[in-house]
């Protein structure tokens, strides 16, 4: 209240409000409004339970362990399915392991695939490519490497001097993940011997490993594929007569989506052509 106010009657002080304007009373005291607003404290916050603190701080510990793990440890592969290496060794032929596969259980992408995705190209030739897994594509037809990226993979083929018949295309799945999913550690393990056993029934003089899950299950490395790519390595099992020279490149996929990289996937191919070149090949 100011001086005039408090000069005036009550009534005519009512009657000053009114003709002021003033309808309502909000509080006892006039508030400021040209004035800094009081500094709100801050609020203290609740500590978590102690029971729950052990719990959090394990966590983190396994979370940061985990990304340190390789992506798809190969000594898993017995533990995940312990028939999977006798199944996949007691495959003589490829219409055998083909069969083999049919009839395995304990995969879940069985349930959610359309079908079983071999193989194509020629079995008898020198070079092998092999890639992830199948695509939708891939999936509804039978054949791995048919749709957009198998497409690119044809033209990649063609630079160097090869085709689908002068070549063999399979995948490290035979079946489609969901929605095209990355391949989880467990579905690595159980079908990483029916791959290996695979190349042995192929027996090429060569491998070309198509992206970094390939890569990285095929060569039992933790790095990625940019690390790997480029560079040759000598691929054995068992069931080998003698090691096979492996090389690591871009998916095709990849390449769609990253095509400033297909240069450095060109010097992998002449790689490719070089070492062709030397096996007379």
């Not at 500094?39 to 983190?60: E, K, M």
């Amino acid at each position: 209240m100011n001086a005039i106010e408090a000069a005036m009657p009550p009534f005519e002080t009512l009657r000053w409000y009114l003709d002021a304007g003033v309808d309502e009373c909000v509080g006892e005291i006039a508030a400021n409004r040209f004035a800094a607003p009081p500094p709100v404290s801050a609020q203290p916050q609740t500590p978590a339970p102690p029971s729950l603190a052990p719990s959090l701080a394990a966590a983190r510990q396994s979370a940061n362990k985990s990304e340190d793990r390789p992506a798809h440890p190969k000594p898993a592969a017995t533990a995940q399915h312990p028939a999977a290496p006798s199944i996949a060794a007691g495959a003589k032929t490829l219409d055998e392991l083909k069969a083999a596969l049919l009839a395995l259980e304990g995969c879940a992408l069985k349930s959610t695939a359309t079908q079983l995705v071999f193989a194509d190209g020629n079995p008898e030739a020198k070079v092998m490519f092999i890639g992830e897994a199948p695509g939708a594509d891939e999936d509804r037809i039978g054949r791995p490497f048919v749709g957009q990226a198998g497409r690119l993979l044809d033209k990649m083929l063609g630079s160097v001097g090869l085709d689908r018949d002068k070549s063999y295309i399979t995948n490290l799945l035979v079946w489609r993940p969901p929605g095209n999913r990355t391949p989880t550690a467990q579905e690595v393990a159980m079908l990483l011997p029916f791959l290996e056993r695979h190349i042995e029934l192929v027996d090429p003089e060569l491998v070309v490993l198509l992206g970094g899950t390939a890569a990285q299950a095929v060569l039992a490395k933790s790095e990625g594929i940019t690390k790997l790519r480029g560079k040759w390595f000598d691929y054995a099992t068992p069931g080998l007569v003698r090691p096979v020279h492996a090389l690591a490149t871009f998916h095709p996929a990849y390449l769609l989506r990253q095509p400033a990289q297909k240069r450095e996937a060109w010097r992998d191919l002449l790689m490719l052509r070089r070492k062709l070149d030397d096996l007379g090949v």
